[in-house]
């Protein structure tokens, strides 16, 4: 299977698979939940791909992958300057990880010209299952995937799904928020 291939795939697990589902980690270390568990797996195979070639592929989107790296280090030094560098600083990290490198790894593995088809074609099939779940759960006002494993309880209450819309002026109130 060709990397472009994978990493559409992980691309796809990454935005579909639900929030809250994976494994706990100890010792108060971050939880990994299935769709950081694709990123990171996407952001592997484009270190392996990159170190297998000996060269960074930019695929046609030099000024998009510089935008990406100037962002996150942005977001390092932002870090550094605030009132908790050390607890900022391992949220950049995971930012930097899971946000940045994780598009960039994609936009080299699968953004080159001739991959465009398929990426189209891949989003848009990623956008009609998120639109089918969402109207589902609007419809049934159930939860396709009720149980988060990863989540603590007040956690689970402040899950978008259990919020319901209301507004200030009016005493009704709306059916629970879609995904």
């Known amino acids: 299977m060709r990397a472009s291939t994978v990493a559409l795939v992980l691309l796809g697990l990454a935005v579909l698979l639900p929030q809250g589902i994976g494994f706990r980690l100890p010792q108060g270390l971050l939880n990994l939940d299935l769709p950081r568990l694709a990123m990171v797996a996407l952001v592997a195979l484009f270190f392996l791909r990159t170190l297998g070639s000996g060269r960074l592929a930019i695929n046609g989107a030099p000024r998009t992958l510089t935008l990406l790296l100037l962002l996150a280090a942005w ?20 930012n930097a990880l899971t946000i940045w490198l994780f598009a960039f790894a994609f936009i080299s593995l699968a953004g080159a010209d001739s991959q465009r088809p398929r990426v189209v074609k891949t989003l848009t099939i990623i956008g009609i299952l998120l639109a089918a779940w969402s109207i589902f759960e609007l419809v049934t006002q159930t939860k396709l995937f009720p149980h988060r494993n990863i989540w603590e309880g007040d956690e689970l209450l402040r899950f978008s799904t259990t919020l319901r819309r209301v507004y200030p002026s009016l005493d009704i109130q709306l059916p629970y928020m879609s995904i």
């Open 75 to 94: 977001q390092l030094v932002s870090a550094l300057a605030s009132e908790a560098p050390g607890a900022s600083l391992v949220r950049a990290i995971g």
